[in-house]
């Protein structure tokens, strides 16, 4: 499977980032630069993002990679979740979001994350 591809739910298409289970630093910067080169080349506000990041390795290195990731990331989306915080990684990923300003939400599953994502975006369209 493709670590960056679109997933749909009710309609959304959702950009799905998995790094999940990933342990080498030069595997996260792979999946890292293919992701934000895809997500930076699209218009503003314009990506719904889901991050996967069960059972990845963390460390200071790999902290500030994320905190210049995201905030990087931030014009082009529209809204984005996370999946696979707990622990060490939910320290983490709270240290990242003060860093970077952006409201990222962290929820239990991919299910339950793409529900979110796809009812943020339908409640944002105009009424027909």
């Given at each position: 499977?493709?670590?960056?591809?679109?997933?749909?739910?009710?309609?959304?298409?959702?950009?799905?980032?998995?790094?999940?289970?990933?342990?080498?630093?030069?595997?996260?910067?792979?999946?890292?630069?293919?992701?934000k080169n895809f997500i930076r080349?699209?218009?503003?506000?314009?990506?719904?993002?889901?991050?996967?990041?069960?059972?990845?390795?963390?460390?200071?290195?790999?902290?500030?990679?994320?905190?210049?990731?995201?905030?990087?990331?931030?014009?082009?989306?529209?809204?984005?979740?996370?999946?696979?915080?707990?622990?060490?990684?939910?320290?983490?990923?709270?240290?990242?979001?003060?860093?970077?300003?952006?409201?990222?939400?962290?929820?239990?599953?991919?299910?339950?994350?793409?529900?979110?994502?796809?009812?943020?975006?339908?409640?944002?369209?105009?009424?027909?």
């Open positions: 499977m493709k670590r960056c591809d679109f997933i749909e739910c009710k309609g959304v298409r959702i950009f799905y980032i998995d790094f999940s289970n990933l342990k080498n630093i030069e595997e996260i910067k792979a999946v890292i630069n293919e992701s080349s699209q218009p503003p506000k314009s990506m719904i993002n889901l991050a996967n990041i069960e059972g990845m390795h963390f460390n200071g290195e790999i902290k500030e990679l994320f905190v210049e990731y995201v905030k990087g990331n931030a014009n082009h989306v529209f809204q984005s979740a996370i999946i696979g915080v707990d622990g060490l990684r939910r320290i983490v990923f709270n240290g990242v979001l003060k860093m970077t300003g952006r409201d990222v939400r962290c929820l239990e599953s991919k299910q339950a994350a793409m529900d979110w994502l796809a009812e943020r975006k339908l409640a944002s369209l105009p009424l027909a």
